[in-house]
């Protein structure tokens, strides 16, 4: 086990810092995790604890604990180990861990249409190899999940069995989630049930971590577990600790921009004859943070001017030669958006290429404020909030490297071409 451990933090410390779809308990309920990876160079340590009480007169409470240790990998790879202090599936035997690897082909979060996650496992219980496949699909608030199991029988050896589990995920927010989901091996022994958990899930406001309540009938949570449904009903709770390495090791970017170079001021003055014109000003910024630089601003100018009578727009008009109807505007073309998001202290897509004139959208999917601010100091969103949005348009064509102010270990970069594609 020891050696397992070593081998994660090694991986961890070497995966590059490329962004990947890295969720949290708010994307999964509590016996399907299979389409759940990590963001490489980071750690996670999840513990999950279970409490069953027995009857009059000892009235004892028993916790069986189930901790996850686990390493993101580039590609959307996970490589990771369950270990359990009980174990339900062969007799006499005290301990269970399961040493897998899972994978996130398809994503939502990269513009596909659906996620489809697989894993495969050894159980050391059942002495054999087991692994899922699973697809979710989310609409809205709403996430659903189904998977299939192939596990190997823990009574007979040689023998499979197969298991099928559906969940779905409920948003209620930005910082919690409604759970649920069902399991059933398909040849179920004498004293095994449906499986099945509930959960609210619940992320904690400006940090990394997530917590869940939850009831389940199940007892641990690898695959073997999560299929099997005993008749006692158990609470509990999961918390998740990311250890995000990539904040302590590699490059970082500057912590402070500082702005040199002229701002421009977009002033509109318009008058009630003439047609508006437009002046443009130049305001010297230097030695500013770029956050605090304003914005451009639009300023109308309707100071009043000497009143025109009836009798001068006469005379204007006459001999005036007649202009031609005006040509019906042009449709211009829609505009073009590309749009991504923050989340698990990650840029989903590190690297943009996007066509000049395109307006990159992020969205934050954290619980916790990030920025998109460019090296350079050509835009600057300021700290983005859970939840909120921001555009920006590239107008010249180049190379634009970004980073999360809060976060400097976050990077991306933007490539704009020189037209449209």
Not at 122 to 136: C, I, K, M, T
Not at 223 to 249: C, H, K, M, N
Not at 380 to 386: D, K, T
Request: glycine share 10%; net charge positive; charged share 20%.
């Amino acid at each position: 086990m020891r050696i397992v451990l070593n081998c994660l933090l090694a991986i961890a410390l070497l995966a590059p810092s490329s962004g990947a779809v890295a969720q949290s308990l708010l994307d999964h309920p509590p016996n399907i995790s299979g389409d759940w990876t990590g963001a490489p160079g980071t750690l996670y340590f999840h513990f999950l604890h279970r409490f069953s009480t027995s009857g009059a007169p000892e009235r004892k409470v028993s916790n069986v604990p189930t901790f996850l240790l686990g390493s993101g990998l580039p590609k959307r790879l996970f490589a990771g180990v369950n270990y359990s202090t009980n174990s339900s599936l062969a007799p006499r035997f005290p301990n269970e861990w399961e040493l897998f690897g899972r994978w996130l082909p398809l994503a939502q979060d990269y513009e596909d249409p659906l996620d489809v996650g697989a894993q495969v496992g050894y159980n050391n219980a059942a002495q054999g190899v087991d692994a899922e496949l699973s697809v979710a699909r989310r609409q809205g608030f709403v996430k659903l999940l189904l998977a299939g199991r192939a596990l190997t029988d823990p009574l007979d050896n040689g023998h499979r069995q197969y298991a099928g589990a559906g969940g779905a995920v409920l948003k209620l927010g930005t910082y919690a989630a409604l759970t649920g989901d069902v399991a059933t091996v398909t040849d179920r022994r004498p004293g095994e049930r449906v499986a099945w958990s509930a959960g609210l899930h619940v992320a904690i406001p400006l940090t990394p971590h997530t917590i869940s309540i939850q009831a389940t009938n199940t007892l641990v949570n690898t695959l073997q577990g999560a299929s099997r449904g005993t008749p006692d009903v158990r609470y509990g709770f999961e918390f998740t600790i990311p250890l995000t390495l990539r904040r302590y090791f590699g490059r970082r970017v500057a912590d402070t921009v500082v702005a040199e170079g002229p701002v421009t001021d977009t002033v509109v003055r318009v008058d009630t004859v003439r047609l508006a014109r437009v002046d443009t000003v130049t305001m010297p910024v230097r030695g500013a943070r770029a956050d605090s630089i304003p914005s451009p601003v639009i300023r109308v100018d309707t100071a009043a001017r000497p009143p025109v009578t009836r009798a001068d727009t006469a005379a204007a008009s006459v001999g005036a030669p007649r202009r031609p109807p005006a040509a019906p505007a042009r449709r211009s073309e829609p505009a073009r958006v590309s749009r991504t998001g923050i989340k698990n202290l990650a840029y989903l897509k590190p690297r943009i290429e996007v066509p000049l004139g395109t307006t990159v959208e992020w969205t934050n999917n954290d619980p916790l404020p990030h920025s998109v601010t460019a090296v350079d100091k050509s835009f600057n969103s300021g700290l983005i909030y859970p939840g909120k949005t921001y555009r920006h348009t590239f107008t010249k064509a180049g190379t634009y490297e970004f980073y999360c102010m809060p976060h400097p270990f976050m990077k991306g970069t933007v490539v704009v071409g020189g037209g449209a594609r």
